[in-house]
């Protein structure tokens, strides 16, 4: 499953870091998103970045500046913290939720952000759901086997949702562990 439909860019709330050579107020200065995806600017007041990659925000602050006045400025926009563009990781983790996705995110690290697998996890079935170009897909992953190195850590995007599985047996097996010390009877006789 590939996400060559999958696109970075700047969303509402995300923040980012913006770089004008030669100008100390637009030094490496922060800035968050609005609600709408735009920013203020000391020079040249608010510009929308709602939906365009990092690129094309230097370019949309570039062309606000030189409405400011400023002559040929060289912009660069970095993303520092896409709030905007997250993954959802769910079932037999230990903290089921939204993560922000960063840079190389990998199903690894996003099973990794949400405090890794239970106990019951079922690391031969974990689902990534995700939406390309308006159709639905599903790959089915082997946590066991990326950890042994049998092929490569899927890439995540935002928006992907991850889905732990659940092992009933590991469950039936640890619920037989807890009743154990009241029974006289050897395990075996009870699975028979």
Do not use: H, W
């Amino acid at each position: 499953m590939d996400g060559s439909g999958y696109r970075s860019v700047i969303g509402p709330f995300d923040k980012l870091v913006i770089d004008v050579l030669g100008f100390t107020e637009l030094n490496n200065r922060r800035f968050q998103a609005d609600a709408t995806g735009s920013i203020v600017l000391p020079i040249g007041g608010q510009v929308s970045l709602l939906g365009l990659t990092t690129g094309q925000a230097a370019a949309a602050v570039e062309n606000k500046l030189r409405q400011g006045f400023v002559r040929n400025p060289q912009v660069s926009v970095n993303l520092e913290e896409a709030v905007s563009q997250f993954v959802t990781v769910d079932g037999q983790v230990r903290e089921p939720g939204n993560y922000p996705v960063v840079a190389d995110m990998t199903l690894m690290r996003a099973v990794a952000a949400a405090r890794g697998a239970t106990e019951f996890a079922k690391l031969d079935d974990v689902v990534i759901f995700r939406t390309v170009r308006g159709q639905r897909m599903v790959a089915l992953y082997q946590l066991s086997g990326i950890r042994r190195g049998l092929y490569a850590d899927p890439q995540v995007y935002p928006q992907d949702v991850v889905v732990v599985g659940d092992s009933p047996g590991r469950r039936l097996f640890s619920q037989i562990l807890q009743i154990t010390p009241a029974l006289t009877a050897p395990i075996i006789t009870l699975l028979r």
